[in-house]
């Protein structure tokens, strides 16, 4: 069997999976930070139930994020050592600073916020929550740079193959990191924000916990019609960034074949990697010259622009994209038909509405890894972009140990995140008024309403 | 090569990693050793108790394998480029059991039938600590390499040295678990890790005496690192203070004492780490690669230094924080509902 591709398929297999739980704890981390620290200004103690709830499925998600964020830090190794070996001086310290900035911060202040009770006083769990939000960020920040630098690499020389840092601040801001960093980080907070809406939804339409069901959902409808449209300027910029850097990958996320001309926008279509053309094709006149250069006769770049062997495979990164515009558009519908429901005064009372927003928890994952398998397949195949090419990244791992490895992170991812959806699910179920933990003196533990009051 | 800069940039680094595992290795090592202990435990309160005493801790001890492990991908590239592919299988194996470990922790609070999760942390702990042993034991009988790149077979480490590390890892583990029993947990549960206490103590020892009689019989270039004069001179406390050490914990265990046995466990195994470095100093993938055949570009460990440097104690600061929050008998209820 073919080493890159087990090791592409096992890299790709444990970062999709661990994605989603950064893309949820990112924005919940902040959500929970609001809602302590709007508890401890307001002292409405609706706002201490709400943030209790998601702490504890903050708890689960997060854990799953480490144990499956810890395999993604060994595979640079193990099946990624040339790779490593050609780009660790420039990248292998973004990493080390992700881990010294962010992962103790968030460790440290995720155990005082979940298991400290009366033993700190209460200011220090809202600051907790600040700093298990703020280390989530970082973590976001660093890694996305180190993952910029492979798709615009900057402020480095080539010397016999391997890459030293000239410029470590063109090394961290490189072109395309702004743009990333903006659009994911958003895509984190909107990934919560429809969850929240969801879960209040959900009690809504069930008649339970009506009145955090409420704030739930009045604080995720305000906070996704301003960023579902904001995530269309984020991401219109961060095209326009790309047709920039890498102009083959845009051809290929429109399935543009012939460069210099302008490009219709397809809805639909079936991209033929070896006719180089597309079929069935559905498609808006230009429409793709006024997305990329904002006017109807711009030139677009075209797949055939480069020979074969530098394209990347085309229809993957063509029907990723759409299922995430499809998504966005979705969210930027939803957000606003909630916000005018919401101003009208029937947010509350628009069962359908509920109900298809209780459907709706699973939409910004899906984008997220759609958006993703766009930019990363679109990269290939190059493992950093004019660079190094994926196939020459791979350790000296027979395919056999790739292979047999890939099947067991199969077995267990699947029963360990069945078993983590499952117990997220019996979590909403039981709802905010389940107790988080108690101190030594049940009564007086600060997470209980007494001391709150 | 030594850099001409005035302190040796290649040394400071592999300080700092040598730091960052033995940190890893106690702390998370007694979090694992509860692990191994888990199914010898009576009752389901019983393991409620034994959780509770590393739940605000482990999240936190886990991470520093992290920084060992991202510590000599930034500063050794070349050393992490061959040991992670010459040692896959045990590498992958432990993160595997990481993963039941890490998330048994919360999802045994929250499950109704605990058996599966249960389970899954005992065997989880006992496979990662095996695991680390393997890996240590690949380390130290060395690695093939060719053209700078690991050249052996997917098997070359599994030998009966690098079992024989696991089984010590293993036992180490669970020694520092069941001290740590000792000092944080009270009643039966902690009686019986007095008496595991002393079990494992024991078993530590034949193993630290197996490895350490194996190594110079085994690998020339280990016997000449300890018995050549003068070395000799400087490294006979080494084995002597391990001795003393072994017999104060006994001794602790056996009168009753909570915290100390504990201390004397952490001290037995730095001495043991020391006694590691000594035999393996300077090399990162023995026989052939030391730390400054392996080292980054020197910009490359100034610039991760620099915020080390400032970052380090902050770290240290959290950590004695959550230590130091935490500090006494885990307290009656002290966990998820």
Redesign the interface.
Known sequence: MDPVLLARLQFAFTISFHIIFPSFTIGLSAYIATLEVLWSTTGIDRYKRIARFWTRIFAVSFAMGVVSGIVLSYQFGTNWSRFTVATSNVIGPLIGYEVLTAFFLEATFLSILLFAGDRVPRWLHAFSAIAVAAGTALSAFWILSANSWMHTPAGHVMRDGIAYAVDWWAVIFNPSFPYRFAHMLNAAYLTTGFCVLAVGARYLLAGRFTEEARTMMRMAVGLVVVLAPLQLLLGDQHGLNTLEHQPVKVAAMEAHWDGGQPADFHIFAWPDETAEKNHYALSIPRGASLILTHRMDGPVPGLKDVPPTDRPPVATVFFAFRIMLAIGFFMIAAALFGAWLWWSGRLFETRWYLRVMAQCWWIGFVAVIAGWVTTESGRQPWIVHGIMRTADGISPVPGASIATTLALFIVVYGIVFGGGAYYINRLIHRGPEGELISGGDKAKGPLGTEHAL | MPSDLWFDLAVIWAAIIGVAVVMYVIMDGFDLGIGALFPLARTEAERDQMMASV???W??N??W???G???L???F??A??????AL??P??AM??A???R??A???RA??RRKQGWNLAFAAGSVVTSFAQGVILGGLIQGITVAD????GS?FDWLTPFSVLCGLGVVAGYGLLGATWLVMKTEGELAQRARRQAAWLLGAVLVFMAAVSLYTPLAFPRIAERWFSLPNFYFLWPVPTLTGVIALACWWWLRHGRDAPPFFAAIALFLLGYLGLVISVFPYLVPPSLDIWQAA??P??QI??LA??VV??PV?LG??A??YW??RGKV???????
């Open positions: 739940k605000p801790f999240d936190g886990e991470t394998l992290v920084l492990g991202g510590g991908m930034v500063a590239p070349r992490y480029a061959i040991i992670m592919p896959y299988l590498v992958i993160l595997l990481l993963i039941f890490g998330v922790f919360e999802f929250i499950a700078g790149a690991f050249a997917p980054a570009a910009d490359s610039f991760l915020g080390t970052l380090l770290i959290y950590t924080l959550v929050l935490f307290r009656e209820g002290e966990t998820y509902h």
